[in-house]
Nanobody, 124 residues
Framework: QVQLVESGGGLVQAGGSLRLSCVASGRTFSIYAMGWFRQAPGKESEFVAATNWRGTTTYYADSVKGRFTISRDNAKNTVYLQMNSLKAEDTAVYSC?????????????????WGQGTQVTVSS
C-alpha cells in the first residue's frame, strides 16, 4: 500500500502564496503519475494539476494555469504544488493522488491512492 500525507495548507490573503507538499510512504516504487485535486464546500471535486514520474510533463486546470506549479522530488517521494496569486475562489481542501501507471489523468477515478487533504483558505 501507499500512504500520501499533505501539508502546507493554511489561511492566506488574496494575492499571497502557499506551497503544498505531499509525501508518499510505503510501496512508493509502485506509484508514477501524481496529481492534485481540490474540493470547495458544496462543490464537486476539481482537477488542479498533475505530473508524470519524471516531472517532465504537466497538466493544469485552466483556472490555475500561470499561477500554480506542480513539481516533484522523487528522491524525497514528494510532490509539491506552488500556488501564487491566490484568489478567494481557490479556497478548498486540496488532496494529492497517485497512479500506478505513468499516465497523467485529469479524472479523479483514474487515481489509485489518495491523501486526506489539507485546507487552503484565501481571504479576500
Amino acid at each position: 500500500q501507499v500512504q500520501l500525507v499533505e501539508s502546507g495548507g493554511g489561511l492566506v490573503q488574496a494575492g499571497g502564496s502557499l506551497r503544498l507538499s505531499c509525501v508518499a510512504s510505503g510501496r512508493t516504487f509502485s506509484i508514477y503519475a501524481m496529481g492534485w485535486f481540490r474540493q470547495a464546500p458544496g462543490k464537486e471535486s476539481e482537477f488542479v494539476a498533475a505530473t508524470n514520474w519524471r516531472g517532465t510533463t504537466t497538466y493544469y486546470a485552466d483556472s490555475v494555469k500561470g499561477r500554480f506549479t506542480i513539481s516533484r522530488d522523487n528522491a524525497k517521494n514528494t510532490v509539491y504544488l506552488q500556488m501564487n496569486s491566490l484568489k478567494a475562489e481557490d479556497t478548498a481542501v486540496y488532496s494529492c493522488a497517485a497512479r500506478k501507471i505513468n499516465d497523467i489523468a485529469r479524472v479523479a477515478d483514474r487515481y489509485d491512492y489518495w491523501g486526506q487533504g489539507t485546507q487552503v483558505t484565501v481571504s479576500s
